[in-house]
């Protein structure tokens, strides 16, 4: 694995959080292997996904063998098949790190988190294959459509973009941003930000037409997406606050060139 990115098995990766993260995962440069019992599923996931990417980065196979085959293992399959397919994979996870993605929830109460015994979804996978096997926990703070709602947002800021329609563009950059503040759940944050959205609408277009935000803003915004699909809230957090920190900067450098206005 020296000197290359790990390949990375997203086993229950036909369903909507493990495609969601697949398609995250290939979007950064890993070579990805959908773990699935469904064939049909598999191919049909896969081409939408490496459509979606524009390149066959996305490949599928049996649960085991994609476990076998990858450096990482994500889990990402419902808390009421976790144990069995642990069991499944398990001789394919020797040595290797299992991300789990599972929240423990169980029909009819998905609402409410119910803990296993032993106080964990990841503490009892850890209990099931033993101390060879690395098990940790992430991926389950943003649901998966928010995911791809933000995806598709940034993809219509790219064709914005594209047609140098700084208006569309300027219209999706705010809805960006109002997303990533909503994933947040705090509403006095969100009220707040609603209101100096308001405040700084005229001053946020110039830094776009006239500041030079316009040929830059979406690298830096998709720099911060693949952060936030990666869960690394420290390096969304540093990216968010550089990217603010030069759209102010671009805010001023138009208002310099506009000062009567």
Known sequence: MEGQSPTIAVVGGTGA?????ALRLGHVGYRVIIGTRDSAKGVRVTAELN??????????????????????????????????????????LEGKILID???PLMPPKVSNVQLPPGGSAVAQIQHTLGDKVRVVSAFQNVAAH????LDAVLAEMDGATDKQDVKSYHTLNLKFHDMLV?????????????LLTRGL?????????????????????????????????????????????????????????????
């Open 101 to 103: 993605a599972t929240a």
């Open 146 to 149: 928010k995911l791809r709602e």
């Open 51 to 92: 459509k979606l990417l524009g390149a066959e980065a996305i490949a599928f196979s049996g649960n085991a063998e994609a476990a076998s085959a990858a450096d990482i293992v994500i889990l990402t399959v419902p808390y009421a098949v976790q144990q069995p397919i642990v069991q499944e994979i398990a001789a394919a």
């Open 201 to 261: 609408l005229l001053f946020r277009l110039r830094g776009l037409q006239d500041g030079g935000g316009f040929a830059v803003s979406n690298t830096e915004h998709r720099a911060v997406m693949r952060a936030v699909a990666q869960r690394d809230s420290a390096r969304a957090g540093q990216l968010l606050r550089q990217h603010a920190t030069k759209s102010r900067a671009r805010m001023h450098k138009a208002a310099a060139r506009h000062p009567q206005e």
């Open 17 to 21: 959080e493990g495609s969601a993260i």
């Open 182 to 194: 909503d994933f947040a759940g705090n509403a006095r944050l969100i009220e707040t930000y609603r």
